[in-house]
């Protein structure tokens, strides 16, 4: 079982930046794929981006390209979601996930980290 921890959400205004950090609570993401998805209120929980703990690779929602950086960190074992240039629009729960390669779903999640942007 890996439990996923969170932090760096907060209120900021339009154009400005944030940095979410994810971490498990025990344990490393090796051989795992971490992702960040987020849900703004009213709507359904969408994919960010996402990076492939053991590879490197990284895959981004059209809506965060050139704005969102997905990065990690193996001596902290944590995955970092660099956020700049943020907009209203990017505001709701910014939740953490894994998965383990090769399986396809989601199955670990944190408990979400609220960001807003105001306008």
């Known amino acids: 079982q890996v439990q996923l921890v969170e932090s760096g959400g907060g209120l900021v205004q339009t154009g400005g930046s944030l940095r979410l950090s994810c971490a498990p609570s025990?344990?490393?993401?090796?051989?795992?794929?971490v992702g960040w998805f987020r849900q703004a209120p009213g709507k359904g929980r969408e994919f960010v981006a996402s990076?492939?703990?053991?590879?490197?690779?990284?895959m981004y929602a059209d809506s965060v390209k050139g704005r969102f950086t997905i990065s990690s960190d193996g001596a902290k074992s944590t995955v970092y979601l660099h956020m700049s240039s943020l907009k209203p629009e990017d505001t709701g729960v910014y939740y953490c996930?894994?998965?383990?390669?090769?399986?396809?779903?989601?199955?670990?999640w944190g408990q979400g980290t609220q960001v807003t942007v105001s306008s």
């Open positions: 990076i492939s703990w053991s590879g490197g690779g990284t």
């Open positions: 025990r344990g490393t993401f090796f051989t795992y794929v």
């Open positions: 996930a894994a998965r383990r390669i090769p399986e396809a779903g989601y199955k670990y």
